[in-house]
């Protein structure tokens, strides 16, 4: 066991001492930029010991490596997955953008459409002459239309991007309820923050 410590301490020492000799300095300027001594840096090459937990951030950003590269002693490819992860999760990120973008849009087309159609019912009803039931069958088409349009909208409105609290800046999606009973001007509304519990004028925001 102590055989392969010995052995990771003279790993991690080369690595140290190959990574200072590529970013140009010597082993004086690292110790200057790390307020510690010569001495310090050239025993950690020499794999005598490792450095200081202090010290480590510091050596690693200078470096150019991270913590985990360090322990190893060797650029690890964990760094290259990581970068993929980050990647693949923006690409999720703006897709869903996108989709609550779209979403967002239809809800006007949805919404057009409807009133269009209601106030076409509402006026026929109205203005030609038909039997009484028939225009209270019009009426009441036309009013559950309206409703079940509102649903679908309020529901886009909840799904789509996120409302953001004036006064921590914290995104949530509301649940329907809240988005439901909800004073509001266009799709601002004034809503209970969920992260401060505080009430302001909520903007929808997509990111
Ligand atoms: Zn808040």
Redesign the pocket.
């Known amino acids: 066991m102590k055989g392969e410590n010995q052995m990771d301490l003279i790993k991690i020492g080369k690595f140290i001492s190959l990574k200072r000799k590529e970013k140009g300095i010597t082993q004086s300027e690292l110790a200057e930029k790390l307020y510690i001594s010569d001495r310090a840096i050239s025993k950690w090459e020499n794999g005598v010991c490792l450095p200081d937990a202090g010290n480590m951030p510091l050596l690693c950003e200078i470096l150019g490596i991270t913590i985990n590269d360090l322990f190893s002693g060797e650029v690890v490819n964990m760094k290259e997955n990581e970068k993929r992860l980050e990647e693949n999760l923006l690409e999720m990120t703006k897709m869903k953008e996108e989709k609550d973008r779209q979403l967002l849009k239809m809800e006007y087309v949805i919404g057009s459409i409807i009133l269009v159609m209601f106030l076409t019912i509402i006026a026929v009803a109205a203005l030609i002459k038909m039997d009484d039931w028939i225009r209270f069958l019009l009426i009441g088409i036309g009013f559950i239309t309206f409703l079940v349009a509102c649903f679908f909208m309020l529901r886009i409105e909840q799904v789509a991007g996120y409302y953001e609290?004036?006064?921590?800046?914290?995104k949530y999606v509301p649940t329907y309820l809240n988005v439901n009973k909800a004073p509001h001007i266009g799709r601002t509304r004034y809503m209970k923050?969920?992260?401060?519990?505080?009430k302001?004028w909520q903007k929808k925001v997509l990111k």
Do not use: D, M, Q, Y
């Not at 609290?165 to 914290?170: A, L, N, S």
């Not at 923050?193 to 505080?198: A, F, L, N, Q, V």
């Open positions: 609290c004036k006064h921590c800046h914290h923050c969920p992260e401060c519990g505080k302001s």
